[in-house]
């Protein structure tokens, strides 16, 4: 006779992973929006080449991409493959969270800061400064549910270390705007993340020690490959020495995960921290 508990933990991983692919199509007006400065909620999702907006039907998970083969119904122009990746990425990463924390009520939390790590890292790729009302709503939401899920089920130790990990977060965020209070260095950029990074750790800590020595390790790591290559990078330019009035700046090859080490290196440390703990 099969185990009632094991076909909830089963049928909790195939919801969460299903709300994450709506969650997706969400970030991705996010990413897209926030450094703009436009707003996440209105007007509804449109085409940026001919600014129609675009029916239900259209923004479908996955499947409408699918079905427009990658192309916008009314122009015609690319749509980029980036819009179903993101939508895939958050459905795979809400079902990890439900499959580490074996489908209970902390769920719901850790799936809010893992997409808010989504958001932030694809945001930094994408060239600009993670905006912090970004990582403020993302760690404020996901602590506060965490939090209630801990206590609710009685592991008064994840709702403590959480709020720690929140607060050492929000400590270390203060420090680096102190250090660079224009955000120019980009092995700073993606700092506003550092609060749901403090609260996902602190909470998984609390359950497994060795995810946070995991996720510990594969920060530094992570970020170092980073900076060596930022390094690299900048050597070649002054190598390439300063183009004259007549010739362009060679071209430089520059890995995306380069312009934020941070960032990189956070969401790399929340994968690895999950997978151990679970």
């Known amino acids: 006779m099969s185990d009632p508990s094991s076909a909830v933990e089963v049928l909790v991983i195939v919801v969460a992973a299903i709300f994450g692919l709506l969650v ?3 970030l991705n007006v996010v990413i897209y929006r926030a450094p703009l400065g436009l707003s996440v ?7 940026p080449t001919c600014d129609r907006t675009l029916s239900w039907w259209e923004n479908v998970p996955v499947v409408s991409w699918m079905a427009l083969r990658g192309r916008c119904h009314t122009c015609h122009e690319p749509i980029s493959a980036r819009y179903p990746l993101v939508e895939l990425a958050t459905g795979v990463a809400f079902a990890l969270v439900a499959w580490a924390w074996h489908g209970n009520a902390l769920t719901a ?3 809010i800061l893992a997409a808010t790590a989504i958001a932030a890292a694809l945001i930094e790729y994408g060239g600009s ?17 965490v939090a209630v899920a801990a206590l609710w089920i009685r592991l008064d130790p994840v709702a403590a270390w959480a709020s720690v ?3 050492v977060g929000v400590a270390a965020f203060g420090l680096l705007r102190t250090l660079d209070p224009g955000c120019r260095d980009p092995r700073w950029h993606g700092r506003a993340l550092l609060p749901a990074t403090g609260c996902w750790l602190g909470g998984i800590g609390a359950s497994s020690g060795a ?15 980073c900076l060596v290559v930022l390094w690299a990078v900048g050597r070649r330019r002054v190598g390439a020495g300063a183009p004259g009035p007549d010739t362009a700046a060679p071209p430089v090859p520059m890995l995306p995960v380069a312009s934020a080490p941070m960032v990189t290196g956070m969401v790399v440390a929340m994968v690895v921290s999950l997978v151990v703990a679970g």
Request: hydrophobic fraction near 50%; glycine fraction near 18%; charged fraction near 5%.
């Open 41 to 47: 909620s209105t007007p509804r999702s449109f085409c």
């Open 211 to 225: 995810a946070v020595l995991a996720g510990g390790a594969a920060w530094m790591l992570t970020a170092f490959a």
């Open 165 to 167: 990990g929140l607060i």
């Open 129 to 145: 400064r993670t905006p912090l009302a970004v990582g403020a709503v993302g760690a404020g939401i996901g602590t506060v549910l």
């Open 109 to 111: 939390g850790y799936c």
């Open 24 to 26: 997706g199509s969400f």
